[in-house]
């Protein structure tokens, strides 16, 4: 059962995990090195239990109290009972949804075995808005998409801004951070995948068209919102493809056209 602490003081250090919640820089700096990282409402914190991940410690403010009472009761990590304006001055902003937990992170596995088991998998490169990151991986999983490997420069999918947007949905699909790039690529292409880059070029072949549904592996290749692939990842890529679109629009943000691609080559 779980300590039940009231807290008055913001600068108390037992709620240091919670500090400064909206300095992006800092807290991408922070919580990959101290191991952690933020779980926001009552659903995401329930399937980061889900999931595995060890609870360090909760942040409720009294209404979320009865609401993880189950929680509380199960889990051996103690409980900071807060008032909603002592919350705001400890994270930085209105916590609506009145329930944080920090949870320990789990060591990434390599992208070899991440492969191992996987059918269908998305690459992203230097997709680094943590938003797009979290609808990225929310339609990954909803589409049957098996795994996710990073480039180095990609958002922290455990960032609680991706969680949130993912709803929960980072821990349901493994994922793997390559290493270097675009070399480690060849890591994919040695496990059996063809590289399908996926861009507006229009000397991409319509993914349609290239029938990647029937394919036995995939890998898809997604860029940056903009700036799309770099020419080195295209490259490197077995094939490009692309989504036929009309009324003279170019491209789409990518994580709808994530989504699009997705369904495209699972099903």
């Known amino acids: 059962m779980s300590e039940l602490i009231t807290v008055e003081d913001p600068d108390d250090p037992r709620l240091a995990d919670y500090t400064g919640l909206t ?9 990959p090195a101290e191991g952690l990282f933020i779980a926001e409402g009552e659903k995401v914190i329930r399937r980061a239990r889900h999931a595995g991940y060890e609870m360090r410690s909760m942040l409720l ?13 199960e889990v051996p990590a103690p409980v900071y009972a807060v008032s909603p304006e002592l919350a705001e001055r400890v994270t930085g902003y209105h916590v609506h949804r009145g329930a944080l937990a920090s949870m320990q992170r789990k060591p990434l596995p390599e992208p070899e075995d991440v492969l191992a088991t996987a059918r269908r998998v998305v690459v992203m490169e230097s997709v680094n808005d ?49 290493d270097s790039w675009p070399h480690a690529l060849e890591t994919v292409r040695d496990a059996g995948f063809p590289l ?47 989504i036929p679109m009309s009324h003279g629009v170019d491209s789409l943000n990518v994580g709808a056209a994530a989504a699009v691609a997705f369904y495209a080559v699972t099903r």
Do not use: Q
């Open 130 to 178: 943590h938003t797009n990151i979290g609808a990225i991986f929310r339609s990954a999983a909803a589409l049957g998409i098996d795994a996710v490997l990073l480039s180095p420069d990609c958002a922290d999918p455990l960032y609680r801004r991706s969680v949130k947007v993912s709803m929960g949905a980072v821990f349901a699909v493994p994922y793997a951070r390559l």
């Open 61 to 73: 403010s009294a209404k979320w109290l009865d609401v993880m009472r189950d929680v509380i009761d």
């Open 23 to 31: 300095d992006v820089e800092l807290r991408r700096r922070r919580e």
């Open 196 to 242: 399908l880059a996926l861009t507006p070029d229009e000397k991409a072949v319509p993914i349609d068209a290239l029938g990647p549904g029937r394919m036995e592996r995939v890998a898809l290749m997604l860029g940056a919102e903009g700036d799309g692939l770099s020419a080195r990842a295209l490259r490197a890529a077995d094939e490009w493809v692309r």
